[in-house]
């Protein structure tokens, strides 16, 4: 039955603004933001940083966002199979990625390229998957980040029960700073749709996880805007499943990192889970195979244009002096270099033989796949004996 009190979602909203929940440090053309209530607990841990920490995370978004270019003109080129782009959203990943600790474990959906950087992936690797050359390529025990997921939402019960597991070896809540681990897991806004993204929270809430659920709200679910996928945003539902929810600007990444370090302290002393809302905008396709200018206008794409998170660090960074021109000048050639490098080996990437595929389903061998690369093999052959080469 239809309530006379129901309201129905507006479109109507504005959704370049993020309200006054939001914790912000620095404004679109770098401009330290005054104390305020949404800021006042994280002010310190931005306050400490150093000039050598700006420069550093501003390396990093930089580096990322190069990356991430390759990967989208190397898909145009017909080197990759698909391409999701970050575009917009390098301050949401690497100011998360940098508040992870070595012992920390990191559960991506498959855009956090960001992320996967800062956890010290080769960016080749995250290309191999999309040329389809690998299911992976990287060790995610080596990195402590997990392999990329596709399926919507799903890691955010791997994440869980991994978190779970961490409970059980003893490794939260210690008061040793060097062993006490926690768990973040990403998703985006369309993944807090699904049913395996709310099923994690109700677990982890109930068993008190070393979790922090990080969600990228870029305002588009591929073409569904905010307005059709929820009433209330992702931080402020994280109440009703008995934790702490924030948003932040997420391509302010002094804020990111300030609320992410927080929460993972937090949840490492044994404090439970919180869910950050990255308030944030894909500025390109959803991926490669989309057409954004389908479903979005022109003018909202400008509006988050000058809210780039990079354009708005380096005028934090230059307006304190924390870095000078030779800086830049510097890292523009290392970005160069890096796109190069991200270029040759991808194409150098040599097909796999067909029937390795099989040699990654179990540790060890399984009888019933080994018959199956048995019949893959016969099956493959016969197009040879059909041809006659």
């Known amino acids: 039955m239809h309530h006379e009190t129901t309201v129905a979602p507006s479109m109507e909203h504005d959704i370049t603004d993020g309200g006054p929940d939001m914790v912000q440090f620095v404004d679109g053309d770098g401009n330290r933001l005054p104390t305020c209530e949404a800021n006042e607990p994280y002010a310190q841990i931005v306050e400490d940083m150093t000039s050598e920490d700006a420069r550093s995370m501003y390396r990093d978004l930089v580096l990322v966002r190069r990356m991430d270019a390759e990967g989208h003109a190397l898909q145009r080129q017909g080197e990759l199979g698909l391409w999701p782009s970050l575009l917009g959203q390098e301050a949401a990943q690497v100011g998360a990625g940098r508040a992870l600790r070595p012992q920390d474990y990191a559960f991506p959906g498959y855009r956090e390229h960001g992320v996967a950087w800062c956890r010290g992936v080769d960016p080749v690797n995250l290309l191999g998957m ?21 399926v919507i939402g799903n890691q955010m019960l791997h994440a869980t029960g991994y978190a779970m597991g961490m409970q059980r070896d003893g490794v939260v809540g210690t008061g040793n700073p060097d062993r006490d681990a926690a768990v973040m897991a990403f998703t985006g806004d369309g993944g807090t749709a699904q049913g395996d993204y709310n099923e994690a929270l109700v677990f982890a809430s109930v068993a008190n996880a070393p979790l922090v659920f990080f969600i990228q709200n870029n305002q588009w679910a591929i ?13 402020q539902r994280a109440r009703g499943f008995g934790f702490p929810g924030v948003r932040v600007d997420g391509n302010d990444v002094l804020a990111v990192y300030a609320v992410a370090k927080a929460a993972m302290d937090a949840a490492r002393t044994g404090q439970g889970p919180t869910l950050i809302e990255a308030f944030t905008y894909r500025l390109g396709a959803h991926t490669t195979s989309d057409d954004p200018t389908k479903y979005r206008s022109a003018a909202e794409v400008d509006i988050w244009r000058e809210k780039d998170p990079i354009k708005r660090m380096r005028g934090f960074m230059e307006t304190k002096g924390h870095a000078d ?65």
């Open 223 to 235: 073409s569904e805007p905010n307005y059709k996928q929820f009433r209330i945003p992702p931080y």
């Open 325 to 389: 021109p030779t800086f830049f000048t510097e890292l523009e050639e290392e970005a160069d270099e890096l796109a190069a490098r991200i270029r040759r080996e991808c194409q150098q990437m040599p097909d796999p033989e067909p029937v390795t595929m099989f040699d990654k389903v179990y540790v060890d061998q399984h009888p019933v796949i080994d018959a199956e690369r048995e019949q893959f093999a016969a099956y493959q052959a016969s197009f040879v004996q059909e041809g006659g080469n």
């Open 130 to 150: 999309f040329r389809g050359v690998n299911h992976g390529g990287w060790d995610s025990n080596q990195n402590n980040f997990h392999l990329y997921t596709i």
